[in-house]
């Protein structure tokens, strides 16, 4: 049957459900791929490897994928500074993902030219996931 904009709106219209795709993808390990992992795990090694990824420097990368904050680390900002942007710059990093509902509860420790960023994610399924993070101003 073709669609026709003469029959009433409600056979005109196709609803679809919005599934979220599988998060199936390959487990990183230190220089080698070690199979492959999904759901939370595959979330998990997400959130670190998008925090750890420079954004805008890598062309294999979109423009929404990688995090701003190494120009933050190493450089002399005041710690209010950091507790105000830090937040934001890992927020914009994660929240474009699908799997993603919402970025919180941040505690920002700095020592030296080293951040210790712990926050908690919480995905569209509802699983908490408390992840942390050390950055290096290497």
């Known amino acids: 049957m073709a669609l026709s904009p003469l029959l009433p709106e409600e ?3 196709v609803e679809i459900d919005n599934v979220p795709a599988p998060s199936k993808t390959y487990a990183l390990g230190e220089g080698t791929i070690d199979g492959f992992i999904d759901g939370e795990t595959a979330l998990r090694q997400f959130i670190s490897k998008a925090i750890r990824t420079a954004r805008y420097r890598f062309l294999i990368y979109d423009d929404e994928y990688g995090c701003e904050i190494e120009d ?8 209010e500074l950091l507790q105000s942007e ?8 994660l929240i474009y993902d699908d799997r993603i509902e919402s970025v919180s509860g ?3 420790e700095r020592t030296g030219d080293q951040l210790y960023v712990s926050f908690t994610v919480t995905s569209i399924d509802g699983t908490l996931i ?9």
Request: charged share 20%; aromatic share 4%.
């Open 11 to 13: 056979e005109r219209v």
């Open 72 to 79: 933050l680390i190493g450089s002399d900002v005041t710690a």
């Open 86 to 93: 830090i937040p934001q710059i890992i927020t914009d990093a």
């Open 106 to 108: 941040f505690n920002i």
């Open 130 to 138: 408390t992840e942390g993070v050390t950055l290096n101003g290497d």
